[in-house]
């Protein structure tokens, strides 16, 4: 089983600012990989897949990126709506697909 | 547009039996593999099962393999999750999600809760 390890647990980062939030896989999972947000009692929203594609109707302000082992979603100015959880979830080896434990972004 | 509705949720007694349920409109469901996934409170996101398109095919996590089944009816557009001898550690928001590598839409979840 590959294990998603994400890093930091908790960002606080202020409105216009920029996020950078990391994922290492426990092997390679080459850019099979997915980016989630999932804002308090909603359902999590696909944002990027294949490491660094955005999803449809995913703002230009988040990309993605890295391959192998280490990736990186970066949002590049930070907007009220985007204070959420992000998951990071690969589908290179399959089963299990795998997470990892979410990084939430709050207001600093 | 994608809707995935799931029900079924609900309090169960440890060792207890439920099923759940995932309608699902606005796409060809039958063209789709689906996904469940649970996040028990306050954690992350957990895999649980997954079903090929057709029904062909099914693939579990661990921590449920032998007490869960995953099944679909294409004909009724609905995806399934029968669980059996559930435990505390089985208490979770179940979600419906559809796709195969990634999980493009995702249903709000039923919640299960394993209490005695």
């Keep these: 089983e590959i294990v998603m390890t994400q890093s930091p647990a908790t960002l606080s980062v202020s409105p216009g600012e920029r996020a950078t939030l990391s994922c290492r896989a426990s092997q390679s999972v080459s850019s099979n990989l997915a980016w989630y947000q999932q804002k308090p009692g909603?359902?999590?929203?696909?944002?990027?897949?294949?490491?660094?594609t955005r999803a449809t109707g995913i703002p230009a302000r988040f990309s993605g990126s890295g391959s192998g082992t280490e990736f990186t979603l970066t949002i590049s100015?930070?907007?009220?709506?985007?204070?959420a959880v992000y998951y990071c979830q690969q589908y290179n080896n399959w089963p299990p697909w795998t997470f990892g434990q979410g990084t939430k972004m709050e207001i600093k | 547009q994608v809707q995935l509705v799931e029900s079924g949720g609900g309090v169960v007694q440890p060792g207890?039996?439920?099923?759940?349920?995932?309608?699902?409109?606005?796409?060809?469901?039958?063209?789709?593999?689906?996904?469940w996934v649970r996040q028990a409170p306050g954690?992350?996101?957990?895999?649980?099962?997954?079903?090929?398109?057709?029904?062909?095919?099914?693939y579990y996590a661990d921590s449920v393999k032998g007490r869960f089944t995953i099944s679909r009816d294409n004909s009724k557009n609905t995806l399934y999750l029968q669980m059996s001898s559930l435990?505390?550690?089985?208490t979770a928001v179940y979600s419906c999600a559809k796709g195969r590598d990634t999980m493009t839409y995702w249903g709000q979840g039923t919640l299960v809760t394993v209490s005695s």
């Excluded at chain 1, 909603?42 to 660094?52: D, E, K, N, V």
């Design chain 2, 43 to 58: 954690k992350g996101l957990e895999w649980v099962a997954f079903i090929w398109h057709d029904g062909s095919n099914q």
């Design chain 1, 77 to 83: 100015s930070l907007q009220s709506e985007d204070f």
């Design chain 1, 42 to 52: 909603q359902a999590p929203r696909l944002l990027i897949y294949g490491a660094s």
């Design chain 2, 87 to 90: 435990s505390a550690e089985d």
């Design chain 2, 16 to 35: 207890g039996s439920l099923r759940l349920s995932c309608a699902a409109s606005g796409f060809t469901f039958s063209n789709y593999g689906m996904h």
